[in-house]
Each structure stands twice: as C-alpha cells, then as structure tokens.
C-alpha cells in the first residue's frame, strides 16, 4: 500500500472519533518513521483546526541522546512544528534494557499528556515493527491474544494510543520521506544486535521472502481470529459467573477447575482488569501459582496483585483491591 496524504486522512477521519479543535501529541524519536509521521498530522491538523505537539524523549542511554533529541527539535522548529523534549531521569535507568526504555517512555508520554487534557497520542509503529512484536512474543512463548501484537487504537494511562502506520512497510514510509524530501536522524541502537528486536529484525532481512510470507500468513490469521477468541473467553466467563457488583465476582468453583490452563489463566486476567485500569497486568507466573494453591484441598485465600481470592463452598470470590 503506497503511502499518500489523501489516504492517510481518510484513514483518520474514517476510523478516529475526535473532538472539536483537538490538540493532539505526537512521539517523535528522529527517525524516518515519525519524522514522516509528524509531518503527515501537522498537514492533517491543519485541516481539521488542530493543534499538534510532538514529544521528544531522551532517554539517556548514549552519550549522544540529548544532542540528538535537540537535532530533532531544530528541525521541527524550522518547520514551525511544536515540540517538546523529556529526559529520563538517571534513578529511572537500572537495567539499561529496551523494555525499560519503553516503560519510562510511555510513562513520559502519557503523563504529559493527562496534565494536558491530551486524549489521543500517535505513535509511528509501522507493518514491520508488528512482525517483528509478533515473532518477540512467539519466541518468549505469548499466547493467542498477545500474539495479535500492536493495533490500531489502544490505551495506555487513560490515553488513547493511535498507530496509524501499521498498514504500511518500512520501505513505503522511506519511499514517502525520499519524495517529500523530510530529513531525519539515525538511531544506533536499532542496529545493535545486543538487543532483541534488531536482532529479529536481521533474521527477517536475510531469511528467504518465502519464510517471511509464511510468518506474515500465521500473524494473519491470529489477526483474524482475535476477536472470535476473545468472546470465547468472555462467554466462558459469564457463563460461570454467578454473582457481580463493583466489588466482587463469584464464579462457579467446580466448572472454573475443569478448565485448562490456559483459560483458567485468562479468566484470572479478565477479572483482574474487570477491577483495574486497563493497562494494568498480572504476570503469569504468579496466577500460575494461584492456580496450584487452588487446587489444593485446604486452599482459602490467595492474594493476587491485591485482588483478594477467597474460596466460599462452591465459589470463589474475586474481591477488588481496596483503595
């Protein structure tokens, strides 16, 4: 799909509910995907009466990062394009990993953006960047829902996330800067195979185009069946359930250990978030722990990321974390 403005908007204006003279916020990093981004919503903007912001992180990995993210401002500055750079704090870096760099720029974003009044922030994830989420999460043994990867609309800190890019390739992004003539800077660490995405990201530019068609085929179809598996789980859910208010759920004790692993993890889950923000998550291994205690014979009570876990004869009841 060749990235043109006319279909870009029409993509927007098709699938985004936004308010009257929005003001909208941008992650920019410098690099050809959302510096072609930026570019693309400050045109949109202006025809809908906007206002765009676009937030620099320096995440104070390299030497070099704070003089980067300032390159990247003068060039928005030229263009007359608002922008905003946010260092992460030293006390903030312990693991030096990109997970880490992740989680302390989200919570960056998002918190800018709350303080703002700032409903929807962009971010220039594009088709490539989804395949490679896929084969991270398969490789680290996801399961059917976290192997659907990134999507178009998700929330994060009360904010709207928007990924507008994750139908088009990398090259079709290039192809757009090359034709508009929108300059960028080059991120070392998107080449250093001490990380795990570069690495999948060198696998998949030397593997033969008919292994990587194969992979795009199997993240289709997960794609596809999303949503089917997610109203599976639900209905399960529901159908067990036996009592419901803002406080508690009781579900059916007996049916909920005939379930297999997998489900009796994802009800958990469900649950859980039924109480809690939506990007709030349980790991695995502790509802895997939960799930051994309950099945024992003398099992009464199991806190669960402060959700309480009490079994009354045929129930267990999901008590919400207090405040």
Request: one cysteine or more; charged letters at 25%.
């Amino acid at each position: 799909m060749k990235l043109n403005k006319k279909k870009f908007f029409v993509l927007l204006n098709k699938n985004l509910i936004i308010e009257n003279n929005p003001t909208i916020a941008v992650a920019v990093s410098g690099g050809p995907d959302s510096m072609g981004l930026v570019f693309l919503l400050n045109d949109w903007c202006k025809l809908i009466n906007g206002n765009l912001i676009a937030l620099i992180v320096n995440h104070n990995l390299r030497k070099n990062s704070l003089e980067e993210a300032t390159s990247t401002q003068n060039i928005l500055k030229k263009k007359k394009i608002k922008s905003k750079i946010f260092s992460v704090h030293n006390s903030q870096i312990n693991k030096k990993s990109m997970n880490e760099a992740r989680i302390n720029r989200y919570k960056l974003l998002t918190n800018y953006c709350r303080s703002n009044n700032i409903l929807h922030l962009f971010l220039a994830h594009h088709k490539d960047d989804n395949l490679e989420t896929f084969l991270t999460r398969k490789v680290s043994g996801s399961d059917f829902e976290g192997l659907n990867s990134m999507q178009l609309f998700s929330l994060n800190n009360k904010i709207n996330i928007v990924r507008p890019f994750l139908n088009y390739t990398k090259k079709e992004i290039l192809e757009y800067n090359s034709h508009y003539k929108i300059p960028f800077v080059i991120d070392p660490s998107n080449t250093n195979l001490n990380y795990t995405r570069p690495s999948i990201r060198d696998f998949l530019g030397k593997t033969l185009k008919k292994n990587i068609k194969e992979i795009e085929n199997e993240f289709n179809i997960i794609k596809k069946y999303s949503s089917h598996y997610k109203t599976m789980i639900y209905e399960i859910l529901i159908k067990n359930t036996t009592e419901i208010s803002n406080s508690y759920i009781k579900i059916n004790y007996k049916n909920y250990m005939k379930l297999n692993k997998i489900l009796s993890v994802k009800i958990v889950k469900c649950i859980f978030q039924y109480f809690n923000k939506k990007d709030t998550f349980l790991r695995s291994k502790k509802i895997d722990i939960f799930i051994n205690e309950v099945k024992k014979m003398k099992f009464e009570q199991f806190n669960l990321g402060g959700m309480i876990i009490k079994k009354r004869d045929n129930s267990l009841v999901f008590l919400k974390k207090p405040n």
